[in-house]
C-alpha cells in the first residue's frame, strides 16, 4: 500500500461527505456514496430507513468470523459559522489538518473504513468470514432510529456479529493512544415539590422548597461519593444536577413548586434500581409532597474483548509504536445496542479534542494511517 494514494483517497471521501450538510438524523445523501463505493465492491446492502433516518447494513461473505465495522453519517450542527476559521462544509486542509464539521467525528473514520476495505478486497478478494458495514445517520441526537434498529434487523435475520470496531472518536493526544470497550449509561430524573405559597417575612426556612431541595441535592452527592464502585476500566457513577425551576416570579413570596432535573453517569456495576430506591427512600424521609419521574436513556457496558484486543493492539502498536489504554469516559455510544448482540466491541478512532466544537479539524496523517489500522485489524481476522 503507497502512502500518497492511500492519503488522496481517504482525503477525497472525507471531503465529499464533510460537503454534505448531514445534520442528525438527516442523512441528505452521504449513505448513498458509501453504498455505491461499497456495491461495486461485491457488498449485499440492506436499507433500514425508520422515520427520518437512514441506516443501512452491507455485507461481503457469510461465514463466520464475522466483523463488522460501525459508523454514523450524521453530524451536530456548526454552532456559530463566524467563529470558524473556514466554512465548515467546504472542507480546508491547513497546516496538515483538515477542517470541517465531522471531520473526526466520524465523516474521517467513516472514509479510513471503506478505503481500508476497498484495498483488503483488493489483495484479499477471496477473505475467510464475513465483513459488515452498519450505518446510521441518527446517533448525534436521539439514537432512536438508528443503530437499535439495525440490531433489531440483524437479530431478525439471525446474524451474528463476533467483533465490531466503532469509529468513534476515542483518542485523546496522539492517533490510537486509547481506546474504548465500554460506557457509563446514563439516567435523569425530574423531581417535583409542591409546597405552600408563603410570604417572605412571614414564612421560615422548613416552608421553603428551596431549602429542602438543597439538602436532598447535597444527600444525594454523598450517597454517590460512597458508592465506589468504579473499576480500572469504567469511571466511577457522578450525577450533576441540571436544572432548578421554580413557579416564583414575586421578590416576596416563597414559590409553591420547584422542580429538579438530575442526571446520574452510572457504571455497569450499578443497578438502576439500586439508584432509584437510595433517592427515593432519602425523599421519603422529608415526608414531602412530590413526585418523581425516572427516564433511563441508555444502559451502561463493557464488552468482553479477549482476541479483539489483542489484534487492535497489535494493529496500532505496528503503525503508531505505541500501546493504547482503556478509558471508557464520556457520553454514550451505539456501541450500548451491539453489545446486546455479545460480540467484542472496541472502539477506535481519531483524536477527540475538536469534536463537537467550532473548528473542528482531524491531522490528515492521522486519516492514512487509520486506513492502515484498519486494514491490519481486516487481515489479521479475515485472512
Ligand atoms: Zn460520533
Known amino acids: 500500500m503507497n502512502n500518497i494514494s492511500i492519503l488522496n483517497s481517504v482525503l477525497l471521501l472525507t471531503k465529499k461527505l464533510i460537503r454534505i450538510k448531514s445534520i442528525s438524523p438527516i442523512d441528505n445523501g452521504c449513505q448513498d456514496i458509501l453504498?455505491?463505493?461499497?456495491?461495486?465492491?461485491?457488498?449485499?446492502?440492506?436499507?433500514?430507513?425508520s422515520k427520518s433516518a437512514s441506516n443501512f447494513i452491507a455485507r461481503h461473505g457469510i461465514k463466520e468470523p464475522t466483523l463488522a465495522f460501525l459508523g454514523h453519517t450524521d453530524i451536530v450542527g456548526p454552532g456559530n459559522i463566524c467563529n470558524w476559521y473556514f466554512n465548515p462544509f467546504n472542507p480546508t486542509i491547513y497546516n496538515g489538518m483538515l477542517y470541517g464539521r465531522g471531520s473526526v467525528d466520524m465523516?474521517?473514520?467513516?472514509?479510513?473504513?471503506?478505503?481500508?476495505?476497498?484495498?483488503?478486497?483488493?489483495?484479499?478478494?477471496?477473505?475467510?468470514?464475513?465483513l459488515l458495514f452498519l450505518v446510521t445517520s441518527d446517533e448525534e441526537a436521539n439514537a432512536t432510529d438508528g443503530t437499535i434498529k439495525i440490531v433489531n434487523k440483524l437479530t431478525s435475520i439471525k446474524q451474528k456479529i463476533n467483533y465490531c470496531i466503532i469509529g468513534e472518536p476515542s483518542s485523546i493526544y496522539k492517533l490510537g493512544d486509547n481506546i474504548k470497550n465500554g460506557r457509563r449509561g446514563s439516567l435523569s430524573c425530574n423531581l417535583t415539590i409542591y409546597s405552600r405559597q408563603k410570604h417572605v417575612a412571614y414564612s421560615s426556612i422548613l416552608d421553603n422548597p428551596i431549602y429542602q431541595v438543597m439538602n436532598i441535592i447535597n444527600q444525594i452527592s454523598e450517597i454517590i461519593k460512597n458508592l465506589n464502585l468504579s473499576s480500572v476500566m469504567i469511571p466511577p457513577t457522578t450525577f450533576q444536577v441540571i436544572n432548578i425551576i421554580t413557579d416564583n416570579s414575586y421578590i416576596n413570596t416563597t414559590p409553591k413548586k420547584i422542580t429538579i432535573q438530575l442526571n446520574f453517569r452510572f457504571n455497569y456495576k450499578l443497578k438502576i434500581s439500586f439508584i432509584k430506591k437510595k433517592i427515593e427512600f432519602l425523599i421519603n424521609k422529608y415526608n414531602l409532597h412530590y413526585q418523581i419521574n425516572w427516564i433511563l436513556s441508555s444502559n451502561a457496558f463493557i464488552s468482553y474483548t479477549g482476541e479483539l484486543l489483542n489484534i487492535v493492539k497489535d494493529a496500532i502498536n505496528f503503525y503508531q509504536g505505541i500501546n493504547p489504554s482503556i478509558n471508557n469516559n464520556g457520553g454514550t455510544s451505539d456501541g450500548r445496542f451491539i453489545n446486546e448482540l455479545g460480540a467484542q466491541i472496541i472502539e477506535l478512532g481519531l483524536v477527540n479534542k475538536t469534536i463537537h466544537q467550532e473548528n473542528e479539524c482531524v491531522s490528515i496523517t492521522d486519516l492514512q494511517q487509520l486506513v492502515k489500522i484498519y486494514y491490519r485489524i481486516m487481515k489479521n481476522i479475515l485472512t
Not at 453504498?35 to 430507513?49: A, C, E, T
Request: proline content about 5%; hydrophobic content about 45%.
Open 35 to 49: 453504498i455505491d463505493r461499497l456495491n461495486k465492491l461485491g457488498f449485499v446492502i440492506q436499507l433500514v430507513p
Open 107 to 130: 465523516k474521517g473514520s467513516l472514509s479510513a473504513m471503506i478505503i481500508a476495505t476497498e484495498y483488503f478486497l483488493k489483495y484479499h478478494p477471496r477473505h475467510f468470514g464475513t
